[in-house]
C-alpha cells in the first residue's frame, strides 16, 4: 500500500483528499495542528470509509502537531517507518489562507506557511520523501492580470498570502532541479461546495471570508443580510466575478497529479486548477437560491481595498497535462453545499457525535 502525509489533513480541503485517498486505495498519515478544523472531520471520514468497506482496517493516522515543529514531524515519519509504511509522498494543504489577515499579520503568515514548509522539506530529505502536491493559489498571479490567466503569466501578488504562496513555489522549483524532487504546484481558483454526501463541508473556525460559507450563513438565518462588496465592477451585472470550482474537482485534480508524480521520475507540474469559466457573485447568489428554493437577502457596499473585478482561469493546461477537467456544475457547487450546511447548522464543533478515536495518534 503506498503512504502519504496529507499536512491539514483536517482542514477544508485536506479532509476531502483524506476521503478521496481512501477510497483510491491509499494508506494515509495526517498532521494537523487544527488551528482551523476540528478533529472531528477526520473522525467522520474514518466512519464514513468504514461504513462502505466493513473489512477494512483503519488505514488513516492522525497526529495533532504544528508543521512548525521539526522533532514532531520526524516522529510522524519515523512512526511509518517502523510500521513498514515509508511515506511516499507529500500532499501539503497545511497553512494559513486569509488575505486580510496576512496584511495584518504578515510575520505569523511568513512563519506558518513559509517556515512551517521549509520545515516540512528537511524533514522530506531526511526520510528520502521526494514527491509533494502543493496547495497554490490564484493569488500567486495578483489583481492586474488579463484573463483567463495562463500559468506563464507573471508572478506578482497582491499581498501577504500571495508571496507566501509564491515563495513556497519558488523554494519547490528548486528542489526539482536541484534535489530531483517530483513536484505538484496546483493554483487553485476558487474551491467550493462539499462532499456530495454532506458529511465533510467547508467548516471555518477562524476568519469567516470566502463567499460561500457567507452565503449558507445567510441562507440560515432569515434576520441576516448578505453583503455584496461594489456593484460597479467591469462586469456582465457589476459584481465581481470568480472561477468557482467544486470541491471534489479539486481533488480528483490532486489525485491526478499524485499519480503523474508516482508513476514517472523527476517531475515538475504547475497548474491552474479552475473551470475556465467566470461566474459574478449576483449569478452565484441566484444560482444558490434558484436549485436549493430559499431566500437569500443581501445589500451592496463599497468596493473592497485591494479587491479586483475579474479572475478566472485558462483551465487548458491542467487539462492537458493532467488530464483534468472540473465536471461539476454550478448547480452541484450549490446544493451539495447547502446539503452540508443543512445537515451540520453548527458545523463540526457542536455536534455531540461520538469521535473515532482509535485514528488519533498522541506525540
Ligand atoms: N479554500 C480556498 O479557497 C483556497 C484557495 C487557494 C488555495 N488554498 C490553499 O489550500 C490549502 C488548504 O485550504 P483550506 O481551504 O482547506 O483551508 P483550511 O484552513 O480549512 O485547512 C488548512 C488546514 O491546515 C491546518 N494548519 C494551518 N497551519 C498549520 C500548521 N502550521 N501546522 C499544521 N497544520 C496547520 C489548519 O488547522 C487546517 O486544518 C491552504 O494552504 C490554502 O492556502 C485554499
Given at each position: 500500500m503506498n503512504n502519504i502525509l496529507i499536512t491539514g489533513g483536517a482542514g477544508y480541503l485536506g479532509s476531502h483528499a483524506c476521503l478521496n485517498l481512501l477510497e483510491a486505495g491509499y494508506g494515509i498519515y495526517i498532521v494537523d495542528s487544527l488551528e482551523n478544523s476540528s478533529f472531528e472531520s477526520i473522525s467522520r471520514v474514518n466512519r464514513f470509509f468504514k461504513e462502505k468497506n466493513?473489512?477494512?482496517?483503519?488505514?488513516i493516522k492522525f497526529f495533532k502537531a504544528d508543521i512548525t515543529n521539526f522533532e514532531k514531524l520526524k516522529i510522524i515519519f519515523e512512526h511509518a517507518l517502523c510500521n513498514n509504511q515509508k511515506i511516499i509522498a507529500v500532499l501539503h494543504f497545511a497553512g494559513l489562507k486569509a488575505v486580510s489577515e496576512s496584511e495584518e499579520n504578515p510575520i505569523k503568515y511568513w512563519e506558518y506557511n513559509v517556515s512551517g514548509s521549509i520545515n516540512l522539506f528537511k524533514v522530506m530529505e531526511l526520510y528520502d520523501c521526494k514527491n509533494i502536491v502543493f496547495s497554490s493559489s490564484a493569488a500567486v498571479y495578483g489583481n492586474n492580470q488579463n484573463c483567463p490567466i495562463k500559468e506563464d503569466s507573471s508572478l506578482i501578488p497582491s499581498n501577504v498570502y500571495g508571496k507566501t504562496k509564491k515563495t513556497i513555489e519558488e523554494i519547490l522549483t528548486d528542489l526539482h532541479f536541484r534535489k530531483n524532487w517530483g513536484v505538484a504546484i496546483l493554483r487553485y481558483f476558487n474551491p467550493v461546495g462539499a462532499h456530495h454526501s454532506g458529511i465533510i463541508g467547508e467548516n471555518p473556525i477562524?476568519?469567516?471570508?470566502?463567499l460561500f460559507p457567507i452565503i449558507c450563513e445567510v441562507a440560515k438565518d432569515n434576520n441576516k443580510k448578505l453583503n455584496i462588496f461594489?456593484?460597479?465592477?467591469?462586469t456582465r451585472d457589476g459584481t465581481c466575478l470568480r472561477d468557482y470550482v467544486h470541491v471534489e474537482d479539486i481533488i480528483d485534480g490532486h489525485e491526478k497529479a499524485l499519480r503523474l508524480l508516482l508513476n514517472s521520475k523527476h517531475n515538475l507540474i504547475k497548474v491552474n486548477l479552475g473551470t475556465g469559466k467566470g461566474t459574478t457573485v449576483l449569478e452565484l447568489i441566484n444560482t444558490f437560491k434558484k436549485v436549493n428554493d430559499i431566500k437569500i437577502e443581501y445589500e451592496f457596499s463599497e468596493r473592497r481595498i485591494g479587491d479586483c473585478g475579474v479572475l478566472f482561469a485558462d483551465s487548458r493546461l491542467s487539462n492537458s497535462i493532467l488530464n483534468w477537467k472540473a465536471r461539476k456544475t454550478l448547480d452541484d457547487i450549490c446544493r451539495d453545499g447547502w446539503r452540508w450546511g443543512l445537515k451540520n447548522p453548527y458545523g463540526y464543533i457542536k455536534n455531540l457525535e461520538e469521535l473515532d478515536l482509535s485514528i488519533y495518534c498522541e506525540i
Amino acid at each position: 500500500m503506498n503512504n502519504i502525509l496529507i499536512t491539514g489533513g483536517a482542514g477544508y480541503l485536506g479532509s476531502h483528499a483524506c476521503l478521496n485517498l481512501l477510497e483510491a486505495g491509499y494508506g494515509i498519515y495526517i498532521v494537523d495542528s487544527l488551528e482551523n478544523s476540528s478533529f472531528e472531520s477526520i473522525s467522520r471520514v474514518n466512519r464514513f470509509f468504514k461504513e462502505k468497506n466493513k473489512f477494512a482496517d483503519n488505514k488513516i493516522k492522525f497526529f495533532k502537531a504544528d508543521i512548525t515543529n521539526f522533532e514532531k514531524l520526524k516522529i510522524i515519519f519515523e512512526h511509518a517507518l517502523c510500521n513498514n509504511q515509508k511515506i511516499i509522498a507529500v500532499l501539503h494543504f497545511a497553512g494559513l489562507k486569509a488575505v486580510s489577515e496576512s496584511e495584518e499579520n504578515p510575520i505569523k503568515y511568513w512563519e506558518y506557511n513559509v517556515s512551517g514548509s521549509i520545515n516540512l522539506f528537511k524533514v522530506m530529505e531526511l526520510y528520502d520523501c521526494k514527491n509533494i502536491v502543493f496547495s497554490s493559489s490564484a493569488a500567486v498571479y495578483g489583481n492586474n492580470q488579463n484573463c483567463p490567466i495562463k500559468e506563464d503569466s507573471s508572478l506578482i501578488p497582491s499581498n501577504v498570502y500571495g508571496k507566501t504562496k509564491k515563495t513556497i513555489e519558488e523554494i519547490l522549483t528548486d528542489l526539482h532541479f536541484r534535489k530531483n524532487w517530483g513536484v505538484a504546484i496546483l493554483r487553485y481558483f476558487n474551491p467550493v461546495g462539499a462532499h456530495h454526501s454532506g458529511i465533510i463541508g467547508e467548516n471555518p473556525i477562524s476568519n469567516k471570508n470566502n463567499l460561500f460559507p457567507i452565503i449558507c450563513e445567510v441562507a440560515k438565518d432569515n434576520n441576516k443580510k448578505l453583503n455584496i462588496f461594489g456593484k460597479d465592477w467591469p462586469t456582465r451585472d457589476g459584481t465581481c466575478l470568480r472561477d468557482y470550482v467544486h470541491v471534489e474537482d479539486i481533488i480528483d485534480g490532486h489525485e491526478k497529479a499524485l499519480r503523474l508524480l508516482l508513476n514517472s521520475k523527476h517531475n515538475l507540474i504547475k497548474v491552474n486548477l479552475g473551470t475556465g469559466k467566470g461566474t459574478t457573485v449576483l449569478e452565484l447568489i441566484n444560482t444558490f437560491k434558484k436549485v436549493n428554493d430559499i431566500k437569500i437577502e443581501y445589500e451592496f457596499s463599497e468596493r473592497r481595498i485591494g479587491d479586483c473585478g475579474v479572475l478566472f482561469a485558462d483551465s487548458r493546461l491542467s487539462n492537458s497535462i493532467l488530464n483534468w477537467k472540473a465536471r461539476k456544475t454550478l448547480d452541484d457547487i450549490c446544493r451539495d453545499g447547502w446539503r452540508w450546511g443543512l445537515k451540520n447548522p453548527y458545523g463540526y464543533i457542536k455536534n455531540l457525535e461520538e469521535l473515532d478515536l482509535s485514528i488519533y495518534c498522541e506525540i
